[in-house]
């Protein structure tokens, strides 16, 4: 009797260790505060091509249309002209923009590029990657 009574017991037993151990629920991650679809923002935007980067900053209001042009003093030719709409996603907080732009070197050196990105507030991101020239956006809440 008392080796039935151990066989039940190690029975019991053995089911209940291998079950797995109850999970905890996970800790709560802080909220991704995502910015209104009328937030300013920073663009920042940056070409680097064959005689060096050239850099352009904005303040803009998301959802309108913007405008920037830097043309390098004592650097004949070298320019970046650049045109965008940047739109907050209200699902996800990221910045959308479409955007169209010119950079110049001098001479024959130049590059244009149209295209839209979806990028993370904060982040750098390339997006035109040809040619010798590398264009990367950066899009940030305005304080």
């Known amino acids: 009797m008392k080796i039935a009574a151990a066989l039940l017991l190690l029975a019991l037993a053995l089911p209940a260790a291998a079950a797995p151990a109850p999970v905890s629920p996970p800790a709560a991650s802080p909220a991704k505060k995502v910015l209104s679809e009328n937030a300013d923002l920073i663009v920042s935007i ?3 091509g064959p005689a060096g980067p050239i850099s352009s900053k904005a303040r803009v209001q998301a ?21 965008g709409v940047p739109v907050i996603n209200p699902n996800n907080g990221k910045a959308r923009m479409e955007f169209k732009g010119r950079a110049s070197w001098g001479g024959e050196d130049f ?33």
């Open 46 to 48: 940056t070409a680097a």
């Open 63 to 83: 959802q309108s249309q913007f405008s920037t042009s830097r043309g390098l003093k004592g650097a004949a030719g070298k320019s970046l002209d650049f045109s």
């Open 111 to 143: 590059v244009e590029f149209t295209s839209a990105v979806e990028l993370e507030l904060g982040v750098e991101a390339v997006v035109y990657d040809s040619e010798g020239v590398t264009l990367t956006i950066t899009i940030v809440a305005a304080d």
